[in-house]
């Protein structure tokens, strides 16, 4: 597997990003009401993001839009020694689909409107923890690394949204005493783990340093993982892998190796959290999220192996070995959930493929 998949994807994924943006209906609101009168349209209180069904799902569309443009101007200036940015040297989009995408992005991330974002999320503080508040993040360190300084600019524009999720991540680790473990949004490790990530992009030490002492203090000592039963109908995340793959960024090669043996001990191909699951109807939002487990255990166990492979001991060889014979049937099973089209799938499923093509891109 190559970045030959991500080529060829890039030019399906902007159009799904162009149709997002532009689909203000339907829309899953998670607001408050304070009062009978207490009615806003999505675009009034997220006039950045109202689009792509629901709030995150936005927010995660235009990093996937962010990331089509990265990987574009990648591309074009990357010598053939060079990987793009984001994990590989896929090709991009073509000019006037990528000036469609600027222009769509463009119009959303502007300092008026992500103020407006940034107040409510202050005023929200448990709102949309920490699923959404990763997404934010992800999007802010793209586009503040990027190699090109219109993206950059959307970068600084996002800036008070990174000053609030600061905030709001420090305060909620410093006094959550148990990690949330189901496979849904709410999930610690899997949020914590991407805000850690651009954290540390972003040069926000403290920040950072606070992610890996709740994740050493919520995960540490977890042991004999059951991963034949973690699964449950309408899981997008393993609770396992996510929990796993922020414990490869806190930890070094060697103690995360010997931290995994003793999280999923007897690991085999045969492992129940090792196999893909299906979907019986695509038009069911609930039950399609089956295919982002498969693509969100497929980027994981990418992840998972490369830091095994840093280890350098045998136990750690042999269960890459283990993870890499799982690899492709996850990715293709997950894969598949974009070919059926439906609404339910596409506002918020690219983004996890483009996410997992990266992750699998960087092991070749």
Excluded at 55 to 67: Q, Y
Excluded at 74 to 97: E, L, R
Excluded at 201 to 215: F, K, P, V, Y
């Amino acid at each position: 597997m190559d970045n030959d998949l991500r080529a060829q994807a890039a030019p399906d994924y902007a159009a799904v990003v162009l149709g997002n943006l532009h689909e203000p209906f339907p829309h899953s609101a998670h607001h408050t009401q304070d009062s009978a009168d207490d009615r806003p349209l999505p675009e009034q209180i997220h006039p950045a993001f109202y689009t792509s069904f629901d709030w995150h799902s936005c927010v995660h569309m235009h990093w996937l839009g962010a990331s089509l443009l990265g990987a574009s101007v990648g591309a074009a200036s990357a010598s053939p020694q060079q990987g793009a940015p984001d994990g590989g040297t896929a090709a991009g989009v073509d000019g006037a689909t990528a000036a469609s995408l600027r222009e769509a992005l463009g119009a959303n991330l502007t300092p008026a409107k992500l103020e407006v974002e940034r107040d409510y999320l202050l005023a929200n503080p448990s709102w949309e923890r920490p699923y959404g508040w990763a997404w934010v993040m992800r999007l802010a360190a793209t586009c503040s690394t990027s190699h090109d300084a219109e993206i950059r600019e959307w970068g600084t524009a996002l800036e008070p949204l990174v000053d609030a999720v600061t905030e709001l991540s420090i305060a909620w680790m410093a006094k959550a005493q148990y990690p949330v473990r189901h496979g849904l949004h709410t999930n610690a490790a899997f949020g914590v783990g991407y805000i850690l990530d651009a954290f540390r992009s972003l040069g926000r030490t403290d920040a950072a340093e606070a992610c890996e002492a709740a994740a050493r203090d919520w995960f540490g000592n977890d042991r004999g993982w059951p991963g034949d039963w973690e699964i449950s109908g309408q899981d997008f995340l393993s609770a396992g892998f996510s929990e796993a793959d922020l414990m490869r960024r806190v930890l070094p090669a060697d103690e995360f190796a010997a931290w995994f043996a003793g999280f999923l001990p007897g690991l085999s191909a045969e492992s129940r959290i090792l196999q893909p699951v299906q979907v019986t109807d695509e038009t069911d939002g609930y039950l399609v999220h089956l295919h982002g487990l498969n693509l969100t255990r497929a980027g994981q166990v990418a992840r998972i192996i490369a830091t095994l492979r840093g280890s350098g001991s045998p136990e750690a060889s042999a269960a890459a070995g283990v993870l890499s014979e799982a690899l492709d049937p996850l990715l293709k099973a997950g894969l598949s959930g974009l070919e059926s089209g439906d609404f339910m799938s596409t506002h918020w499923l690219a983004s996890f493929a483009w996410d997992a093509l990266g992750s699998v891109a960087a092991l070749d």
